[in-house]
């Protein structure tokens, strides 16, 4: 969008002139990409295309998720009963906010009211933001899955169980991931889905002393694929490096999920359309 108006080899490309841009025209033209659903399809379409299939292994796989910032301070971070008027010169108001107690079950932010305050681990600093979540194959490292949810403690695992739905079809497949999987719940709804969890074992001591308990034992730890698994789940984060810091994720321009994920997830495809050359040419 800014390239358009900057720089007349993008207008060319696209067919326009000179004075043939209307920013509403690109307004009605998202409205109609978002409710079609074009980047979850072009996602799709990138990673079945008939070349890039063979590519991709269809029984391993990774998850894991990913803070996205919101377009919204923590100014705009207010009691939802709260009149937040703007300040006497009708700019936006001061606000001394530290020291409050604020929660996201009486708090929301006036600015993007889906944005959700979360911090990503204890001395962190808590903001306002998404969670983006990917599902990578494990024989290339290529992103076959990606969807965007209200940040919360809870959203890693649900996104995974939605992401790994279509793939549990046609038989078992095992699933690496981080620490922060390793969840009684939900490793029992992995192996009823027929998944098995090849997530690294949480076994610290939790803040009262007591050794957290994990479902992840001898019988998956001894397999040489489970060591695989928790090699290659780290490659994940490249997808993410690379999204965050090329595609401008890590602090989004877009408020509400619907438009987040659609940017999100559109970052993702471009991901893997940025490594498929050198992949399909030393295919053989």
């Known amino acids: 969008m800014e390239q358009l108006d900057f720089n007349i080899l993008f207008r060319w490309f696209v067919g326009l002139g000179l004075d043939d841009w209307v920013a509403s025209t690109f307004c009605k033209n998202r409205d109609r990409l978002l409710e079609a659903e074009v980047s979850a399809k072009l996602l799709a379409g990138v990673v079945e295309h008939k070349k890039v299939r063979r590519l991709l292994s269809r029984d391993h796989f990774s998850v894991d998720g990913t803070l996205i910032e919101a377009w919204a301070s923590a100014k705009s971070f207010r009691p939802k009963n709260d009149d937040h008027g703007g300040g006497s010169d009708g700019g936006n108001a001061e606000r001394d906010f530290h020291g409050e107690k604020r929660r996201n079950d009486t708090h929301q932010s006036t600015t993007d009211p889906e944005a959700r305050l979360y911090r990503k681990g204890n001395g962190k600093e808590s903001k306002l933001c998404y969670m983006g979540h990917a599902l990578m194959e494990n024989r290339n490292g290529l992103a076959v899955g990606a969807m965007v949810t209200q940040a919360n403690g809870t959203a890693e695992r649900v996104a995974a169980l939605e992401l790994v739905k279509r ?4 038989g078992r497949i095992t699933l690496g991931a981080d620490k922060a999987y390793d969840v009684q719940d939900f490793v029992e709804k992995l192996r009823k889905r027929k998944v098995t969890p090849h997530m690294a074992v949480q076994d610290h001591l939790s803040k009262i002393g007591k050794r957290r308990k994990t479902k992840i034992d001898g019988r998956t730890t001894r397999h040489a694929g489970y060591r695989t698994s928790q090699r290659v789940c780290k490659r994940i984060e490249e997808i993410f490096g ?21 940017s999100f997830t559109l970052a993702i495809a471009a991901s893997n359309l940025m490594r498929l050359p050198k992949l399909l040419g030393a295919s053989p």
């Open 167 to 170: 793939h549990t079809q046609s």
């Open 242 to 262: 690379w999204a965050k810091v090329q595609a401008g994720q890590a602090k989004t321009k877009f408020i509400g999920r619907r438009r987040i994920e659609a």
